[in-house]
């Protein structure tokens, strides 16, 4: 049991988007430590929160209520290299690893000015991006490239880690080398995670948020969640025991 504050509160969010509102009163807590998993199906909003919280909405999307604080800083609708700067790190759903440059050329490019860039600790936690520093990104399997995209988020200090479908479209032994990648990650800074494959959910989260039709329906322990199958069920719209692929 950790009785520290948690790291960012959501309270009340809408968002509207082209004039439609697709948050509403979205409101949750991640913990200091840890996995929380920000679920539900196809549509709900989820990849929506996340760019919400980072300032990344598209264009003609905007927050219209409700407050979101990183660290007890309030940090709603923020410029993203503002909210960046105090510590966030974000590895979208596409990675975005530039696949013509190297991996030591990719982990540079995430260097954050006046941060510590700590590549004892990537190189220890990710071994083989010291092995690969010379190769180019885009020569790299799925869960190499999921390497790249969770080492730059590790190399400056951020005290939150925003991770999107990182299993998305990985062939199951590839998703068990990214779960492998995201639990590391975890164990030096909280993540806020949104997964579809259960299984990885099941291994990685402490706690969980889930999402229907951009309202949050349900917040608790996701170990808990996943072993009540009749409430996942109605929750995700799947069995718990359901997944993409192996973790
Ligand atoms: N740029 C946009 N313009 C218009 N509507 C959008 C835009 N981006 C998202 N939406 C709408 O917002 C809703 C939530 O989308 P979002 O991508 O946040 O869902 P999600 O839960 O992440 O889904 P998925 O699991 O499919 O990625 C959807 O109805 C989507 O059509």
Do not use: C, W
Not at 10 to 34: E, K, M, N, W, Y
Request: hydrophobic residues 45%; without cysteine; glycine residues 12%.
């Amino acid at each position: 049991m950790t009785s520290a504050p948690p790291i960012l509160t959501v309270r009340g969010l809408d968002v509207d988007i082209a004039g439609s509102r697709i948050l509403t009163g979205v409101g949750f807590d991640v913990p200091a430590s840890g996995v929380t998993a920000l679920l539900g199906r196809n549509g709900v909003g989820k990849t929506t929160t996340l760019r919400a919280i980072l300032g990344l909405l598209p264009d003609g999307g905007r927050v219209t209520a409700g407050r979101v604080t990183l660290a007890g800083e309030d940090i709603t609708a923020e410029p993203t290299h503002r909210t960046v700067r105090r510590g966030i790190g974000y590895a979208p759903e596409d990675r975005g690893v530039f696949a013509g440059l190297t991996v030591a050329e990719n982990l540079a490019l995430a260097e954050r000015p006046g941060h510590v860039h700590d590549y004892d600790l990537v190189h220890d936690l990710f071994p083989e991006l010291a092995a690969r520093r010379g190769q180019r990104a885009g020569t790299l399997s799925g869960g190499q490239q999921q390497m790249v995209a969770i080492a730059r988020t590790l190399l400056n200090d951020n005290v939150l880690v925003v991770v999107d479908e990182p299993t998305k479209g990985l062939a199951p032994r590839v998703v068990t080398e990214a779960t492998e990648v995201l639990e590391r990650a975890a164990r030096r800074v909280p993540l806020l995670l949104v997964e579809q494959n259960l299984a990885v959910v099941r291994r990685l989260a402490g706690s969980a948020v889930v999402l229907d039709a951009g309202r949050v329906v349900h917040t608790g322990d996701a170990r808990a969640l996943l072993a009540d199958p009749a409430r996942t069920t109605a929750l995700l719209g799947v069995g718990s025991h359901s997944s993409n692929g192996a973790a």
